[in-house]
Nanobody
Framework: QVQLVESGGGLVQAGGSLRLSCAASGGTFRINSMGWYRQAPGKQRELVATITSGGSTNYADSVKGRFTISRDNAKNTVYLQMNTLKPEDTSVYYC?????????WGQGTQVTVSS
């Protein structure tokens, strides 16, 4: 089992920045990739960014150039630096970890961007 604990959400004005963190524990040697997803009220959960164990990254078009995902393998932690935040970025952000035959999710952290 892999446990994921997110932190760093909050309320920020449009144009501001936040950094989310996700610490993984338990079976972390099996993690192939980690990422961030988000879900706004009444909408489906959507991909924000992912990063593989080798450091390859993938971003949703809506966040390219504004968000950066990074990973500290020694700390088993993945980060999401969010800059130039927009009201439409308001969502619950979920950390995700993928191993062979399983996917794990964190409990989510709220990000609210005011206009």
């Amino acid at each position: 089992q892999v446990q994921l604990v997110e932190s760093g959400g909050g309320l920020v004005q449009a144009g501001g920045s936040l950094r989310l963190s996700c610490a993984a524990s338990g079976g972390t040697f099996r993690i192939n990739s980690m990422g961030w997803y988000r879900q706004a009220p009444g909408k489906q959960r959507e991909l924000v960014a992912t990063i593989t164990s080798g450091g390859s990254t993938n971003y949703a078009d809506s966040v390219k150039g504004r968000f950066t995902i990074s990973r500290d393998n020694a700390k088993n932690t993945v980060y999401l630096q969010m800059n130039t935040l927009k009201p439409e970025d308001t969502s619950v952000y979920y950390c995700n970890a993928r191993v062979i035959l399983a996917t794990y999710w964190g409990q989510g952290t709220q990000v609210t961007v005011s206009s």
